[in-house]
């Protein structure tokens, strides 16, 4: 007996289910908040140094904007004539800077003067930041392989929660950044286990919905933050704005549930049968005792416990792992490359912020119909999309910002699309033994490329060109090496490393036994007591 024929009995998309993509998707929306609050919290508004002005400009109660926009004047030094041959020298400043408090009450930035030789501190503080979600990409993977999917989420939203809101009342630089760090821990905790417990309570058909339904609340979450940053101009204050609704979610004790399917390979079957029962119940089934779970095995009934390194131990599992790492690599660089980019359009920020937003709807929309037909080719197309739109960047001029501005859309709209695609490849093409550790493990190569994306952005200020070299051929590379993955659409979820090894010498017999039908979401006795019923 195989677990998605089980999971297809008790209803593998029905209540159950969609109450549970609640609970996973509210989370996601608070994580688009932490993930792009840096944008406004970290903003470079327009600044001169202090010396360099009058007495009246250096209490800050000058109309500054015009001033700045006519002056030639450095905004990192100052200019003292000198009594000798007349002439200015420029002098280092050392009083400070005056900033323009038009857009932002505060940021980090003008709070701690990230500016002239120490604006690198503030792409190094983004950098940490995504170093965080590196490390909480293997700590927290292997974590919920070991204790279970439900367990480290809950323990990732209360961590975020916290370190959320102390980040707000941080006293100094160094500190801000050590406890960004923390968040950005807990969001790849959030992100990874949200997604697999969604995939592993869900049918063959509907399962990809796990990964595009989170999507579309990370891409809610993204235009709102756009909004609450426009009411909110203090740094501080928006830090918190964002942080403490994570409080609310205390209930998540009470109503998230654990992985039947995690239960099974972990041979604790009566608590994955009493959680099966309950779906069943609250799908309106029953669990047929004829399906008998407890003669299930899921992983192979084997004790022994797996680790990363299996994910290269073997041939095919090896090739498919690298090749997935990389693509995870990719779109984050990309994605965030893009995104932590956008003051560089030249357009309102907060407007630009919220259409970036807005794109990934779409982006998301026809994942779910192009993605039913193959996983790999759309996985490949989009990646191209989204490299290509980058390259053509280079074509056109500096001055033609509406051009470059739409181009950067496409090329958002392709990176986002693949990103929805590579979470689904991802969890189908990962065996269950392997499937948490293999999303942590790529969630930190993808998280390199989260490291990178601040890095590379600061080399545009010495060449425009390069960033956008870098993120148009790197997914260009992807789209490539995605067409030497296998097709996984309508297959059956592997269980063990052996699965994957086997997956070409299948025989069509053994993946019809396997196979849950592509059109139903339920399965039930043949006996005429229960019928195959469609859940479309």
Known sequence: MNFDQILAAVGGFGKYQKILYIWICLPNV?????????????????????????????????????????SSEDSCSWSERSLQDNRSAPLRCVHGWVYSNETFQSTTVTEWDLVCENARLNSIGSSIYMFGLLVGSVVFGSLADRYGRRLILLLSIALQTVFGVAVAFAPNFTVY?????????????????????????????????????????????YMMIAGIAYLIRDWRKLQLAISAPGFLLIFYIWVLPQSARWLLANNRKDEAIALLRKAALVNGRELPPTLQVEKCEVGG??????????????????KRALILFYIWFVNVLVYYGLSLGVSRLGTNLYLTQFVFGLVEIPARSIVLFVLPF?????????????????????????DQSNMLTGLAMVGKFGITASFAVVYVYTAEIFPTVLRQTGIGVSSMFARMGGVLAPIINMIHSHSPTTPLVIFGTAPVLGAVLALMLPETADKPLPDTVEDVENWNTRTPADIEKLKVPADMCELTDKTGEHHLRSNM
């Open 30 to 70: 608070l994580l688009a908040f932490h993930m792009m609050v840096s944008i406004f919290t970290g903003a470079t508004p327009p600044h001169l140094c202090r010396d360099s002005l009058d007495p009246v400009a250096r209490n800050g109660t000058f109309d500054y904007t015009p001033l700045i926009l006519n």
């Open 177 to 221: 950044v050590m406890l960004r760090f923390v968040v950005g821990a807990t969001i790849s905790g959030v992100i990874i286990n949200a997604f697999v417990l969604g995939t592993e309570w869900t049918c063959t058909k509907r399962r990809m919905l796990a990964g595009i339904t989170t999507d579309y609340a990370f891409g809610l979450g």
């Open 301 to 318: 009934g084997s004790k022994h416990r797996h680790t990363a390194l299996d994910l290269v131990r073997t041939p095919k599992m090896r």
């Open 374 to 398: 193959s996983r790999r080719f759309s996985q490949s197309g989009f990646l191209a999309v989204g490299g290509l739109a980058c390259l053509f960047m280079l074509a056109v001029p500096a």
